[in-house]
Each structure stands twice: as C-alpha cells, then as structure tokens.
C-alpha cells in the first residue's frame, strides 16, 4: 500500500514530539512528586517535634492522663489529614495511642513502624528524616505517611522525680505520626491530568501545523508539478506552473517551466524544419519538371538568336532570354544540388591537382574582374579519401565568392595549402574584399541567404557546406568588414574519412 510522503513526515513529527514531550511529562511529574512527598514528610516531622515538645513536661513529670489526652486529642484533627499518633518504647509496646484499642499491644520489629530502626539486628538511636518516613496503604485503600521521631533519654529524664528510666538507657521510646496522603494523591492526580492533557494538545497542535506546513509547502508544490507533467506527457507545451514559493520546490517548478518553454520551442522548430523539409521535396520535384521546359526555352532562343543575326534588336531580346534563362537553370540545378546531394565517389585526391583544375576554371572571370590570383601550394601534401568533382566545386564556388566580394574595382585573391592540426590538410581563401557584416556571418550557410542582392541564388555556401560534411570535414568563415573574408576548408587525411556532422563555424577577424 501506497503511503504519502506528507502523512509519513507528519507521522515521524508527531512520533518525535510524543517522544519528547512524553520524556519531559514523565520528568515533571516525577519530581513534583517527589517534591509534593517531601514536603509533606517535612510537615509531617515538624507536627512530630510539635507534639513531643508539647508533651515533654508531661512525660517528664510523669503525667500520663494529660500525655493521653493530648494525643487523643491531636489524634482527633481529621481536617488536616492526621489518622493516628501513638508512642511505643523500645521493645514495641504502644504506650499511648490516639486510638485507644492498641493500647499495650506490641508490635512487630519487622513491621512497617518498626524496621527502619531494627534493620540491622538493634535499635537504632538517630536516623534521617527520610530514613524515619514511610508509605504504607491503609485498610480503607488510601496511602498513608508515617514518620517516626526517637524520643531521646535527657538528663532532666533520669533525674526526675519518677525515676523511670535509669541514667544509661539512651533511648526511652518513640512518637509515630501517621498523616494521610489522599490530599497529595487527588493533586498528583490533578497535575498528571493536566500534564497529560498539554502534552496530548501540544502533540496535536504540532501535529496541525505540521499537516499545515505540509499541505502549503509540500503537497501543493508536488501536485502542481505532477498535474504539470502529466499534462506535458499529454502533449501540452502550453502550459506552466504558477508560482510556488521561494524554496527549493519553486525553484524546481521554475526550472520545469524553462525546460516546458524550451520543448515548446523545440517542437516548434521541428514542426518548422518539417515543413521545410516538405517544402524543399516539393521544390525538387518542381525544379526537376520545371528543368525540362527551361532547356527547350534555353535550345529554341539559342536557335532563334543564330536565324536573326541581322536583326540587331531581336538579337538583343533574345540575348536576355537566353542570359535569364541559363540563370533559371543554374538556380534549379543548385536547388536540386542541395535538396537531393549524391554521396561522395571517395577515391585519393591530391588537393593541389584540384585546386589548379579549379583555378583554370574561374581564371578567365577574374580576369574580367581585375582580380590577382596568387597561390601557395604546399608540395608534400598527403593525399585524402574525397570526391574530386564535389571538392572541386566547392573551390570553384570559394575562388567566385572571393571574386563577387571584390567587384569589379579590382583585387587579390591568395588561395594557400597547408597542413592542418590533427592529421588533416586545409585550404585557405582569402581575399580583399569588403567582408562580411558580423550580423550577416551566422547565416551565410543558410540556404537562400545571400548578400549579392539579385546576383546570387543564396545556394552556393550551402551545397559547398553540405558537400564538405559528407566528407567529414569543415568549413569556416573569418571576415571583418572593410578588411577581406578568408575561408578554410578542412579535410581529414585518413585511410576513410569520418562521417561526422561538424557544423560551419563563422567568425568575425
């Protein structure tokens, strides 16, 4: 069975608390006991002395009626708890007693008046007050305290006129006092009730505040963060836990509610790159159909362009026909190149080789555009695991970026081989022209993102990028505005070349 982490605190609380107020109870009442108790015996010794300084003069003149008197009479006061005093000698005769039918009887040196001065085989002559009191119950139920008080041999005793006692005898009898206790009992009662009552009411008041603090602290916390998952389970980002206080459950509900908005953001993305991912299947399947009538229009107005040489202005229409139509058909081969990329034909490549085979290429545009390539081929470069074809147009789309970058005012490229850190081999871009803004660097990976305005397609970046993850390597981007860009591309020189998933790194100079 199933028990709650609440009622189980509340549990140990109230089991602790009962422990600890059982323990201090047990210790009050005790000594209030003891103290009631000794009081009493105390008061008890006092009436003792009282009556036997009383009765001196009697016993010291031998005057037997009045000594009887005076302890029937004290015997008498009921209303403050005395039940019986009496005087016995030494062998245990009672001479004199309040209670008139024990008169000359003897009692028993074992018994309960009598053993404290014979426990050891003789009477004893002085005592304790402690040593003198006992507790005994009467025969109606109740406890009764009795104190014994020696009656010495004085020397005004031995020389009185009755001469009933010799100089030697040290001791001549001894006073009992006999002093009810149910006035100490019913108040021992009383403050074992009233002990026990507090500490039952201090257990329960605990106990509620327990319960309470619980209930404030614990359960409403927890039960707001178990309907908070329950609900997430269920498919709900929309919601979060209201505030549940400054401790360490708040602080919990707060961390759910940044990791509810982080999922919410999560699935919104993945919903985004869903759709994208449905869009750009859809976009191939466009661009491959679309591709097919762009190469009749492209053949007819070429075909056009050669029967109307001897109209200029037509010729002219057509040049643009025929211009627009070939960058329609560059833009779709570079969409289907980046929604359906081929794996790499990996077989040994010497990086240099495809880096002279891509500047043969591009050589006669930057030459147009006034561009001074310089390269710096490293000669003992190893060879690597990669397509020769896809490196190469990542290099050629490098070399025409670099060339866009600069314009048509003029520039350099210096394009470098080197070895690269951890077994691989980089190429280095890097050209003078007017760099990139720092806001525009993380997205030129981007597909469609470009900053040529109407002169890029925004797909290069991202085909080369998509071409050097397969490969496993990387590509990175330096730039700083006014100062130049450089690209590196990084390729692995092992046997077979990782398939990792670096991601581009582009970072302001």
């Known amino acids: 069975m199933r028990t709650r982490i609440g009622i189980r605190l509340i549990l140990g609380a109230a089991l602790v608390t009962a422990t600890v107020i059982g323990g201090m109870a047990y210790a009050i009442l005790r000594s209030q006991t003891a103290q009631l108790m000794a009081e009493r015996t105390r008061s008890a010794d006092q009436l ?53 039918e024990e008169i000359g009887t003897t009692l028993d040196p074992q018994g309960e008046a009598c053993y404290a001065c014979h426990a050891k085989g ?8 402690q040593a003198r009191a006992r507790v005994f119950q009467a025969t109606d139920g109740t406890r009764v305290l009795g104190v014994i008080n020696p009656i010495p041999n004085e020397a005004s005793c031995s020389t009185a006129d009755c001469h009933a006692h010799g100089a030697k005898q040290s001791l001549l009898g001894v006073l009992d006092v006999n002093v009810s206790l149910a006035e100490v009992d019913e108040e021992i009662a009383h403050t074992r009730k009233v002990i026990v009552t507090s500490s039952i009411l201090a257990i329960l008041a605990v106990s509620i505040m327990m319960w309470w603090l619980n209930h404030r602290l614990v359960e409403l916390p927890v039960a707001a963060l178990v309907e908070g998952t329950r609900r997430v389970s269920e498919g ?13 459950l708040g602080e919990l509900a707060k961390a759910f509610n940044e990791m509810i908005h982080h999922l919410a953001e999560t699935q919104r993305q993945l919903a985004q790159a869903d759709k994208l991912a449905s869009v750009g299947r859809l976009a191939a399947g466009l661009a491959h159909e679309i591709n097919n009538p762009l190469t009749g229009v492209l053949s007819y107005a070429s075909l056009l362009r050669k029967r109307m040489e001897h109209d200029p202005p037509a010729c002219e229409d057509l040049d643009v026909i025929v211009r627009e139509t070939v960058r329609c058909r560059g833009i779709i081969r570079g969409l289907l190149d980046f929604a359906r990329p081929t794996a790499p034909a990996r077989k040994p490549m010497d990086l240099d080789e495809v880096v002279r085979r891509s500047v043969s290429v591009v050589m006669t545009q930057l030459s147009l555009n006034h561009v001074v390539l310089s390269l710096d081929l490293a000669a003992d470069l190893p060879t690597v695991e990669a397509d020769a074809n896809q490196i190469q147009q990542v290099v050629v789309n490098l070399l025409l970026n670099a060339a866009d970058a600069i314009g048509t005012e003029g520039g350099s490229i210096r394009a470098t081989t080197r070895r690269g850190p951890s077994s691989s081999i980089e190429l280095l871009v890097e050209d003078s022209g007017r760099g990139i803004p720092p806001e525009d660097l993380p997205r030129i990976f981007e597909p469609f993102f470009t900053t040529k305005g109407n002169h890029g397609t925004g797909l290069g970046l991202a085909v080369s990028w998509g071409i050097v993850e397969a490969h496993g390597g990387s590509l990175e981007v330096q730039s700083e505005p006014g100062h130049g860009t450089r690209f590196t591309l990084r390729l692995s020189t092992g046997a077979e070349s990782e398939g990792g998933s670096p991601s581009p790194v582009a970072t302001p100079t």
């Open 48 to 100: 003792s002395e009282t009556i036997k300084s009383a009765a001196h003069f009697d016993m010291l003149e031998n005057r037997r009626e009045n000594l009887h008197r005076q302890i029937r009479d004290v015997g008498a006061l009921k209303k403050e708890g005395i039940r019986k005093v009496r005087v016995f000698n030494k062998e245990g005769k009672i001479m004199f007693s309040s209670t008139s």
């Open 122 to 129: 003789r009477p004893l002559e002085r005592l304790e007050i």
């Open 236 to 248: 709900d980002l929309g919601m979060s836990i209201p505030f549940i206080g400054r401790h360490e």
